[in-house]
């Protein structure tokens, strides 16, 4: 019987597979009956110390992680696909799921507790608040002004083009929906976003569907900077950089500051333990210190605050850049810029 239900987790685990383009995955056998099915966006390494406290609490619940792009998250709720919860970075395609009625409600006195700004009508729930931040490579920007905004950064790749060119990293927003909710907020909110993107443009830029293999690059050394990844992620790997290979910068003109947020779907078969996992990850979010988990406390950090930058908000406002011809519109500016010949 044992190997029976392992063959059944492998059938469905490939029927998946097939029709998700997976990034990663992990399962936690639980003691008891009950499956609880997470589609995110959130790398494994990042999340895994939230899933082993949860599951150590809950060992009865077999926790069924899998982690896919945003574009693929979104994509795959919207078809129907059997999962419980929802996690993802990119809260535009998140909002825009919840206002189509892919998501189902949940309330408790821990989602009463969330701030205004951080829940829509007990639908939907953020637990983060993460900057984006320029990643550099020490090495590949030695002897040169470290930039803090936009127009300093500009002035540097601009007079330093041989230094540069093919080794700048950022969002195929074509592809990620992180990426386009980043260039989109951004590009309202400054007009420095245009230029810097024409001048990247120049230097043969290196695309990217996702934060980590940017960062990873400028820790390898293929690229001296990847722009507008994760403020989360980039601490994480630096917190593992012992040579001092890598440098976050935040800009100090403006900051993107994204909500990581997490639904349940419409078609959740587990939607009461589904809330449960929602409670502890909230519980996590609204600590007061950042503690061992790399993923920040929903609180503005210091530095966002002092700046005075905060979270982008949850609401109608979000799908503006969704509706297709502005997208559109958007993306063929974009690739104007970015893919010059």
């Not at 997976?22 to 494994?44: K, M, N, W």
């Not at 951080?118 to 030695?142: G, H, K, M, N, Y």
């Not at 990620?176 to 007009?191: I, K, M, N, P, V």
Request: a negative charge; proline letters at 5%.
């Amino acid at each position: 019987m044992r190997f029976a239900c392992l063959a059944v987790v492998l059938s469905l685990w490939a029927t998946l597979a097939a029709a998700l383009d997976v990034e990663d995955h992990r399962r936690y056998e639980g003691s008891g009956p009950r499956e609880l099915r997470i589609l995110s966006t959130a790398d494994l390494e990042v999340f895994a110390p939230f899933l082993e406290a949860f599951h150590a609490a809950n060992p009865q619940i077999t926790l069924d992680y899998t982690v896919a792009s945003s574009a693929e998250l979104h994509r795959a709720i919207r078809d129907g696909a059997a999962f419980d919860l929802a996690i993802s970075s990119a809260m535009d395609l998140q909002f825009q799921l919840v206002n189509d009625g892919f998501a189902r409600s949940h309330r408790s006195a821990v989602t009463d507790a969330l701030p205004d700004w951080a829940r829509w009508r007990d639908l939907i729930f953020a637990f983060t608040t993460e900057p984006a931040v320029v990643v550099i490579s020490t090495e590949r920007f030695a002897g040169l002004p470290v930039p803090a905004t936009r127009q300093e950064l500009i002035a540097v790749l601009r007079d330093h083009p041989d230094r540069f060119r093919g080794a700048v990293g950022t969002y195929d927003v074509r592809e990620s929906g992180l990426g386009y909710l980043f260039a989109t907020q951004e590009a309202r909110a400054t007009d420095a976003y245009w230029r810097l993107s024409e001048v990247m443009g120049r230097l043969d830029p290196r695309l990217y569907c996702c934060s980590g293999q940017m960062i990873d690059d400028v820790a390898n050394g293929r690229l001296a900077l990847a722009y507008n990844v994760l403020g989360s992620y980039a601490a994480e790997r630096l917190a593992r950089d012992s040579e001092g290979r890598v440098r976050i910068l935040r800009m100090t003109d403006f900051s993107n500051v994204i909500l990581r947020t997490a639904i349940v779907p419409a078609v959740a078969a587990e939607a009461q333990e589904a809330g449960r996992f929602i409670d502890a990850l909230l519980a996590t979010g609204m600590r007061d210190a950042a503690g061992d988990w790399p993923l920040p406390p929903l609180g503005e950090t210091p530095d966002i605050a002092g700046a005075g930058f905060g979270p982008i908000r949850l609401g109608p406002a979000l799908m503006v850049y969704l509706d297709p011809l502005n997208r559109r519109a958007f993306l063929d500016e974009w690739a104007n810029a970015i893919e010059q010949q």
